[in-house]
């Protein structure tokens, strides 16, 4: 998912996350949650989010 992220893909890396969610495993909000709080901490958040957002155009 990093990887989709930090290349612009961010949309294809949600995806990516509930296609490989095994749908009888509990605790896909609480990971996303995190995971998302811990993308947030990375000093090239701002980058990251022009990127994906210029993808999205």
């Known amino acids: 998912m ?4 930090y290349s612009g893909n ?5 995806k990516l ?6 749908a ?3 605790g ?3 990971f996303m949650k995190e ?8 000093p090239y958040y701002g980058d990251i989010e022009r990127l994906n957002t ?3 155009d």
Do not use: G, P, R, Y
């Not at 961010?10 to 949600?14: G, R």
């Not at 996350?17 to 095994?22: A, Q, T, V």
């Not at 995971?35 to 990375?42: I, R």
């Open 35 to 42: 995971f998302k709080e811990q993308l947030a901490t990375s």
């Open 2 to 5: 990093f990887d989709l992220i």
């Open 24 to 26: 009888n495993h509990s």
């Open 10 to 14: 961010m949309d294809l890396a949600w």
């Open 54 to 56: 210029v993808h999205k």
């Open 28 to 30: 896909k909000v609480i």
């Open 17 to 22: 996350c509930d296609l490989s969610w095994l």
